[in-house]
């Protein structure tokens, strides 16, 4: 019995091993760090494209699953070339009391012009804006109590540093739900900073 407990404990470990090695090999959204803090740090994103979904739900778990089937649908051909489009990282959610977004980047190769259009009608191709961001990082599967706990952590860290923020708090995910170790989550809101 303990010869079976201990392979399939190694089995389980060389399968979140993998897991996370291929997790690390999808590719990453850009930007560049601009200030570091203990608890967060000031980045810069440049514009992006992205395919996102706009939907009434207002938590994490529903909107994920929501959106995610939509967006991978997009990305795994359903769109009007029947093209399969890698997967990247950061997958981005906004979650408000008007209306919540779910957003995939899309690969830099493509352009708008470039890039197949949806299927589904549910799903939106748009470039986002040049942009500075606060972020703050924890690990684990996260929740909305999560989110709300970084989001009000972010928020009284910029406010001690005196960093003027605007806009409402985002939520960025980069692995997939069967990926138990080394989880990475963010939370960003956008900031006022100098360009020079």
């Known amino acids: 019995m ?3 407990l201990l392979g399939l404990g190694v089995l389980f470990l060389l399968l979140q091993t993998k897991n996370y ?22 980045r810069f994103y440049p514009s992006v494209i992205m395919a996102a979904i706009t939907s ?5 778990n529903k ?11 997009y990305i795994f051909g359903g769109n009007t070339t029947k093209q399969h489009i890698a997967m990247t990282k950061p997958v981005h959610m906004d979650i408000n ?7 995939f980047v899309m690969p830099s190769m493509y352009s708008m012009e470039t890039l197949p259009k949806p299927v589904n009608l549910d799903v939106e191709i748009k470039a986002s804006d040049d942009e500075y961001v606060a972020a703050i990082t924890f690990g684990g599967f996260a929740s909305d109590k999560d989110i709300a706990m ?18 409402g708090c985002r939520f960025l995910g980069y692995n997939p739900p069967y990926q138990l170790v080394g989880r990475r989550n963010e939370i960003i809101v956008g900031v006022q900073w100098p360009t020079k």
């Open 2 to 4: 303990w010869t079976v």
């Open 21 to 42: 090695m291929a997790a690390n090999k999808i590719h990453e959204q850009s930007y560049r760090v601009v200030r570091q803090e203990k608890e967060f740090e000031i």
């Open 56 to 60: 009434p739900l207002k938590s994490y």
């Open 63 to 73: 909107l994920g699953k929501a959106g995610f089937s939509k967006l991978a649908a």
């Open 97 to 103: 009391d008007t209306f919540s977004t779910m957003s």
């Open 150 to 167: 970084y989001s009000e952590k972010l928020l009284a860290a910029l406010q001690a540093q005196s960093i003027t923020y605007f806009g």
